[in-house]
């Protein structure tokens, strides 16, 4: 099967930089995605990795690495907007183009 | 405004009740999904469909259906409702033929009393 593994609950201070890890186990999959998702919010996405190293966009980095079956959400220069809850999610796979599994979220609270 | 809307928002009902959740997408994706949202966040693929075709069906209870009348919709009926229903439930759509990025509608959020 599909498992992902991140943790529950990260703390940081604003202008501070996190990093929100995701392990996962499985096999035959293309790419690690990241969506951010505020209380009583829709998932929104952040960013797709489907080759190991590292990929920008703005203050938001992912890094992926396949041999490690590990990627990281990086956040730099933390906002107070930007506590919410980060979901990796592992697909789409050879099993099926469309499928994303979601890992079960991390809660980040950026404090003044 | 081009995204996923969703309808109704909130939906309150009594258990043994059957429901409809509505879904349209005007971003001209060929691909929509249902997910379920428990209450510790948890986010779980139920249905897909791909030009109308079911290509995602996972293990569901089969009260619940999903429909898809046109590309651009997507529904989901709920027969029965029981308590361990009670989450939200999210539509989502992606262009192309990868799922890889998801576009999210705002969800509804379903209380079973």
């Known amino acids: 099967g599909q498992s992902l593994e991140q943790p529950s609950e990260v703390t940081a201070v604003e202008g501070a930089i996190v990093q929100i890890n995701c392990t996962y186990q499985?096999?035959?999959?293309?790419?690690l995605s990241w969506y951010q998702q505020h209380d009583g919010g829709a998932p929104t996405f952040l960013s797709y990795n489907a080759l190991d190293g590292l990929e920008e966009t703005g203050r938001f980095s992912s890094f992926l690495s396949r041999s490690d079956s590990y990627g990281y959400l990086l956040l730099q220069e933390l906002q107070m907007k930007d506590s919410a809850s980060y979901f990796c999610?592992?697909?789409?796979?050879?099993?099926?183009?469309?499928?994303?599994?979601f890992g079960s979220g991390t809660r980040l609270l950026v404090r003044p | 405004d081009t995204a996923v809307s969703q309808t109704p928002k909130y939906l309150v009902t009594q258990m043994g009740n059957d429901k409809s959740i509505k879904c349209e997408q005007n971003?001209?994706?060929?691909?929509m999904y249902w997910y379920k949202q428990d209450s510790k966040k948890f986010l779980k693929i139920m249905f897909s469909y791909n030009n109308k075709e079911l290509i995602i069906n996972e293990t569901v209870p089969n009260r619940f259906s999903p429909k898809s009348p046109d590309k651009a919709h997507l529904n989901l009926h709920i027969n029965s409702l029981e308590l361990g229903d009670s989450a939200v439930y999210f539509c989502a759509s992606s262009p192309g033929t990868s799922g890889r990025r998801q576009y999210f509608g705002p969800g509804t959020r379903l209380t079973v009393t």
């Open positions: 971003l001209g994706h060929d691909t």
């Open positions: 499985t096999s035959g999959f293309y790419g």
């Open positions: 999610a592992v697909g789409p796979s050879m099993d099926s183009s469309y499928k994303l599994i």
